[in-house]
Each structure stands twice: as C-alpha cells, then as structure tokens.
C-alpha cells in the first residue's frame, strides 16, 4: 500500500477477454475448421486507476458491459488483471453472486456453515453467528431442510445473510440488494448503512442513482473500460444520466437553457443542466408559502409549495410528474413523483401548472435546491431541469444531520 489511509489501492489495471467467433468444443473440431480458432480481444478495462479509503463508500456505475462487475471480480481474486496491480488491505466479503458454493442436498444449516468458510471463517467464528444468521434469515422454520426444497426467494436470503454477518472490513455488492420482500429489502438496506456506519469500507456496483447516493461517499463512473468521472454521486449521477439520455434514439433534441424566474431564483445560478426530449418543458418552479407567496426563507415546520408551471410542445400522454430536494452538498433529502404517491398517468395537450405541498417541513436549517422532471411511461425524461430554484430553511436549533425528529429527554 502506498498509503496506510486506503484499503483498496488499483493501479493502471487492464483486463481483456478472449471472444471466439466460433469456438470447436472437441480437439476435432478445431483442428479441421481454422476458423473455429478465430478470436477477438475485447478490452474491458482499460489501464484504470482508483483508490478507496478505509471506511469510505464508494459506487460504481455505467452501462451494462462497462466493467463494473468485472473490477468487483478483480477485487475479489474471482479473475486477476493482464496487467497492472490491486492492493487490499482487510478481510473482504462479497456479494455477487449470492449462493455460489451452496450444495442443493445439504440442509439451510450445513450450507451456512460451507459458504461462511469460504469467506474465510473458523469454525468457531461461524458458531459465534449462526444463531445470528439465522435470525436474520428468517428461516428459522426451515433451516435444517435441504437447500433444493427452498424458493428462489428463500435461497437467496439465507445467501444474503450469510454474506453481511462475516465481519469483513471491506464489502463488495453487485447489484443483489433487491432480496426478498419490501420488508426484507428494507433490513437488507438498514443492516447496509450499519455495517457502513461501523466503518467498514463498502464498494457498491448498482444502476439505481437513488441507492448510491443514498450509502455511498463517492461515485466513480465507468465508461468503456475507462473512468469517465469520479466524485460527489449526485453530480456524477447527473453527469450519466444526461449522457445516457443523449443516447437514446428518442431523445436527440438537446433542451437550451433558459433564464430562471426573478421571482424565485438567484441569478448566480444560470449553468444547471437540463436534458430531456422536449415535448414538454418546464418554463418554472416557484417556491411559496402557506399564503401561496413566492418566497425563498422558511423557518422549520412551515408548510412549503412548489409551483411547476410547463409549456406543452407536442401533446404527450402517460406521463408523470417528479421534485426532489438536496442538501447544498448534494445530499438527496427527499423526492418523490406522481406515479409513486398512488396517482395515475397525465395526459398532456395544453400549457397547465402542478404543485406540491409539504406539510410540516422540518429540514435543517441551511441551503437547499430542487430537482423537477416531467417523465413519461418507460422512464424517459422529457424534461428534467437540475436546480431550478432554492431555498433556505432557518432554526435556532444546531441539530445535525438531515431533518429534524420530534424527540424528549428524561431520566
């Protein structure tokens, strides 16, 4: 290690594959067709390089075939670089594929115990968990049952379990954080930040913008073997997501920006970017309060509304309506949209506005600023127009952290 800081360390890492363009399975078969012989070297990393601290959490993103996976597999020594170097400093615990190793005639039990010595656990160790893992399973009724009579859900929750309760110092996810049900999900996630609160250092490969920014520190974008962006998820999200969106075939008319309203917007924000296919755009958003005045500074628990007025290009339906709020640092406190909340698609064929109101808003006191989106069935932006105002929220109060939560204390 270069630096005791970092628990992760790769430099100038190259891995290519071999794709045959018709590979002989038998010795014959090579040996009469030449062609079967035939190959093309396809580079999926291409001389990169990054570091991870200890304790940071760090997500990598990019399109299906960019590499993600393939530099978790490195991590883990599944596969190792045609050139260049990869330090660990730690235990590591994967999640990639969930189950690898679990024998189908073997009981929930034996296997816990044969996946775990695979991450590198004594006996001992696995016996000091097993009570934990199993709990966390929720299989309790079925776990000396053999493995081949469990659901699909079932296996890869017990997988899931076994995998976060090893005690690693470094733990990399590939996209399996969508195991079981809602509620199962919802303690998979919980368990997450847990383990990333006691410090251990997570590196999370997922194509949900929401998920990384929500555990993870630091984005690192991969394009094409290559990084194309690294730092604050939020910005490079938007960095991607605008990217992606001007690949669509759909989706080739770029928005210009437009000026921001007097009324609710500082004129020192002018460069946000905004992306869509323009057949509806959004002319503003105005930020009132209870009154339904403009307004940009609110005390905490003050009722806030948010005006979006859009102007129809081309008539579209199936179409829904979306705001999120950050934090000035980029920390996505809140957002939601139209299909979520219960409601129904929107036809749009004339100009029109729409609001939200929060009741009650106990942010913080400091700088927020809005996202809005107009998107239509399939998830494509038609326009999604980063930044388009901000507010301030005061308090006498200097809590930390996001929001505030009603509480008391007593003896």
């Known amino acids: 290690m270069t630096d005791a800081g970092n628990a992760i360390e790769v430099r100038n890492v190259t891995k290519k594959f071999r794709i045959y363009h018709d590979k002989g399975k038998m010795l014959k078969e090579r040996a009469i067709s030449r062609k079967r012989n035939l190959y093309d070297e396809h580079h999926v990393l291409n001389d990169i390089s990054f570091n991870v601290k200890k304790g940071e959490a760090v997500g990598l993103i ?63 160790e696995i016996d000091s968990r097993l009570g934990e ?19 699909s859900g079932m296996y890869m929750r017990l997988a899931f379990a076994v995998a976060i309760n090893v005690n690693a110092d470094i733990l990399l996810i590939d996209e399996i954080l969508a195991v079981g ?7 998979c996630f919980n368990k997450l ?7 251990t250092t997570v590196v999370l490969v997922s194509h949900s913008a929401s998920q990384v920014e929500s555990v993870c520190d630091r ?50 924000v002018t460069d946000k970017k905004r992306f869509g296919t323009g057949e509806t755009l959004f002319e503003s958003c105005i930020v009132c309060n ?28 199936e179409c829904y309506f ?14 939601t949209n139209t299909y979520v909340d219960g409601k129904n698609y929107y036809t749009l064929v004339e100009n029109g506005s729409i609001e939200i109101t ?7 006191k400091g700088q927020y600023y809005v996202d809005i989106c107009i998107s239509k069935k399939g998830d494509i932006f038609v326009d999604y127009w980063a930044g388009i105002c901000k507010f301030e929220v005061f308090s006498s109060q200097n809590d930390i952290g996001i929001m505030a939560i009603k509480h008391k204390w007593g003896n």
């Not at 893992?133 to 659901?151: G, K, M, Q, W």
């Not at 009741?359 to 913080?364: A, F, G, K, P």
Request: contains cysteine; hydrophobic residues 30%.
């Open 219 to 268: 984005a690192i974008w991969i394009h094409e073997g290559n990084i194309r962006g690294d730092g604050k998820p939020y910005e490079i999200n938007q960095e991607y997501l605008m990217f992606m969106d001007k690949k669509r075939k759909t989706l080739t008319k770029e928005i210009p920006n437009q000026k921001y309203n007097s009324e609710n917007t500082d004129n020192d």
């Open 322 to 335: 979306g705001l999120s709020i950050f934090r000035s640092d980029g920390i996505r406190c809140y957002g």
């Open 358 to 364: 929060f009741d009650d808003v106990q942010l913080l």
């Open 181 to 187: 049900d809602v509620n199962f999900q919802a303690k």
């Open 62 to 124: 990019g399109q299906n075939g960019c590499g993600k996976s393939t530099t978790l597999k490195l991590l883990t020594r599944i596969m190792y670089p045609d050139s260049g170097t990869i330090e660990i400093s730690g235990r590591v615990s994967s999640l990639l594929e969930l189950g690898a190793g679990f024998h189908p005639d073997l009981s929930g039990r034996e296997n816990i115990y044969i996946n775990a010595s695979i991450f590198g656990l004594t006996r001992h």
């Open 193 to 199: 930040m847990e383990i990333k609160n006691n410090g």
């Open 133 to 151: 893992i199993i709990a966390f399973s929720e299989l309790e009724e079925f776990i000396d049952n053999p493995v081949r009579t469990y659901s």
């Open 290 to 317: 209870r009154d339904g005045e403009p307004k940009k500074y609110f005390g905490q628990g003050d009722i806030i509304t948010f005006k979006m007025n859009y102007k129809v290009i081309f008539p579209i339906d």
